[in-house]
């Protein structure tokens, strides 16, 4: 308020409105993040002096989310200001809505608002789901994203702090093109809810058996399985992404962690999204991290 009183020309009215409406959605963003874990919290807002301030029940903080989230429906354009594919529109402030009624199970609501997004909203599904994690720039921010962390390398900033770090350790291990550190490697139990019977449904819903399998499920495996498996984890001779058939060699200490890695996080080697700088520039990427996507918003 004093920056435009001082200096009213310098922001023009849309930009103010579209300002004041991304500010008033990644507050709700913050808050909600931190009722799904906690419920009962305090809820701050921009006349708060003490921030020694008293948790509010877990209803209060919906309906203040929910007011924030409404303010910025109200604030934001229906596109992203200056076309900024990482800042909020009118329609992501709708769809998170419709996602925090449903948190919260007010599900008339949430199915009111959510369809109000499906029927009018710019977002679809991907055409192939190799899409929705990438390092190819073409394919990043496509109709399926409704907000992700927008990571950034080669960009200018001496270490690749902008890109996206805090996956680093979390690629196959070394003898991989990738070179380390096979941290937080995919679960038995993950690539079993993968494995469906007949009619393309999960094991999962039919067989008590399911999660039965305990041996390494490399290609050439006779049970059937969801194709998305293979998007998002490396098992052993299935394409890894375009750095050829994933290897046992790429694993740290199977007897530890198990035979499998992470895929949606990596980037392809051809899609010149790896760092050229900072510590193990290798790992570091321009991979965006989906926050909530339209298949999200669907189910």
């Known amino acids: 308020t004093q920056f435009r009183t001082a200096r009213p020309t310098e922001i023009t009215p849309e930009d103010a409105r579209s300002i004041e409406g991304e500010a008033r959605f990644l507050r709700a963003h913050y808050h909600f993040q931190a009722w799904r874990m906690w419920g009962n919290i305090p809820y701050y807002v921009e006349t708060d002096t003490d921030l020694r301030k ?8 919906v309906t203040a989310i929910l007011a924030d989230l409404d303010s910025a429906v109200k604030l934001l354009p229906p596109n992203p200001r200056g076309g900024s594919a990482g800042r909020a529109s009118q329609w992501t402030a709708r769809a998170y809505k419709g996602r925090v009624h449903a948190y919260a199970g007010q599900w008339p609501q949430a199915l009111a608002t959510l ?3 499906r029927a009018g909203g710019p977002y679809e599904l991907e055409v192939t789901f190799d899409r929705v994690w990438t390092g190819f720039s073409e394919f990043q921010n496509g109709k399926e994203t409704i907000l992700a962390y927008q990571a950034s390398a080669n960009d200018g900033e001496p270490d690749g702090d902008n890109a996206n770090y805090g996956e680093r350790l979390n ?6 093109p990738y070179g380390c550190c096979g941290f937080h490697q995919p679960s038995q139990n993950l690539v079993n809810f993968y494995a469906v019977d007949a009619s ?3 094991l999962a819903l039919s067989n008590p058996n399911w999660n039965a399998n305990n041996a ?5 495996a006779s049970t059937p399985v969801d194709p998305r498996l293979d998007w998002t984890v490396g098992r052993d001779g299935v394409p890894y992404k375009d750095a050829g058939p994933h290897r046992p060699g790429w694993i740290r200490a199977s007897a530890y962690g198990g035979p499998y890695s992470p895929k949606k996080n990596v980037h392809e080697l051809s899609s010149g999204a790896a760092s050229q700088v900072g510590w193990n520039p290798t790992q570091l990427n321009s991979v965006n991290i989906h926050i909530f996507r339209y298949a999200d918003m669907l189910l």
């Open 54 to 61: 008293a948790n509010q029940t877990s209803e209060e903080v």
């Open 115 to 117: 369809r109000e997004v």
């Open 171 to 176: 690629f196959p291990h070394s003898g991989s």
């Open 200 to 202: 393309g449904l999960p």
């Open 216 to 220: 390494n499920f490399t290609a050439g």
